[in-house]
């Protein structure tokens, strides 16, 4: 069954890093033109990218991240990762990984999501 | 980078009545590269339609997309149970990839 699923602390305290994994069943992370994204969503806002990544390692950011972040594709592992450094209460969302066929720009599939929280 | 704007931001609607969602853009959204979204609570997001009109597999036809420019139109023509939801638009004609904040639809 084709499936995003995300991965990842829950709690994250301020000034750390935030680390996600997003692991893809059902179809292989380096076929097919597929390229592979993060989203995030602040309660009760809308949503935001954050970036998207090719199974070569090809990589788009969203600029007002763009310094915090970085996304890794393992192949082998069939999963790929998001890491935002220097979090503060303003990174505290729900964050979805995607599936974007062939780059287009949006996402034909998509994780349920996972809560992240910042706090001491 | 273009924002969108939704409006509402929450439309009641019956079941069985038509709901028309409104995305406006800042600017003019490139080769009208418009999704929409549909996102029930704990559920992942689902692709409804892309390229502003294009129904995305296994959508039923009675949602249904328009507009270009800046200007943009959900239609859902007849509502069931389970398409009481949040509905976001998001543009990919230019980088960064931006969504709109949403509308709500709900029972009345």
């Known amino acids: 069954q084709l499936q995003l699923q995300e991965s990842g602390p829950g709690l994250v305290q301020p000034s750390e890093t935030l680390s996600l994994t997003c692991t893809v069943s059902g179809v292989s992370i380096s076929g097919n033109n597929f390229y592979w994204g993060w989203i995030r969503q602040p309660p009760g806002k809308g949503l935001e990218w954050i970036g998207t990544i090719y199974f070569s390692g090809r990589t788009y950011y969203n600029p007002s991240l763009k310094s915090r972040v970085t996304l890794s594709v393992d192949t082998s592992k069939n999963h790929f990762s998001l890491k935002l450094n220097s979090v503060t209460a303003a990174d505290a969302a729900a964050y979805f990984c995607?599936?974007?066929?062939?780059?287009?720009?949006?996402?034909?599939?998509w994780g349920r999501g996972t809560l992240v929280t910042v706090s001491s | 980078e273009i924002v969108l704007t939704q409006f509402p931001g929450t439309l009641s609607v019956s079941p069985g009545e038509r709901a028309t969602l409104s995305c406006r853009a800042s600017?003019?959204?490139?080769?009208?590269?418009l999704a929409w979204y549909q996102q029930r609570p704990g559920q992942a997001p689902r692709l409804l339609i892309h390229?502003?009109?294009s129904r995305a597999t296994g959508i039923p036809d009675r949602f249904s997309g328009s507009g270009s420019g800046t200007d943009f139109t959900l239609t859902i023509s007849s509502l069931e149970p389970e398409d009481f939801a949040v509905y976001s638009c998001?543009?990919?004609?230019?980088?960064?990839?931006?969504f709109g904040g949403g509308t709500k639809v709900e029972i009345k």
């Open positions: 998001q543009q990919y004609g230019s980088s960064p990839l931006t």
């Open positions: 600017q003019s959204v490139s080769n009208s590269y």
């Open positions: 390229a502003a009109s």
């Open positions: 995607a599936r974007d066929v062939m780059g287009d720009g949006f996402f034909d599939l």
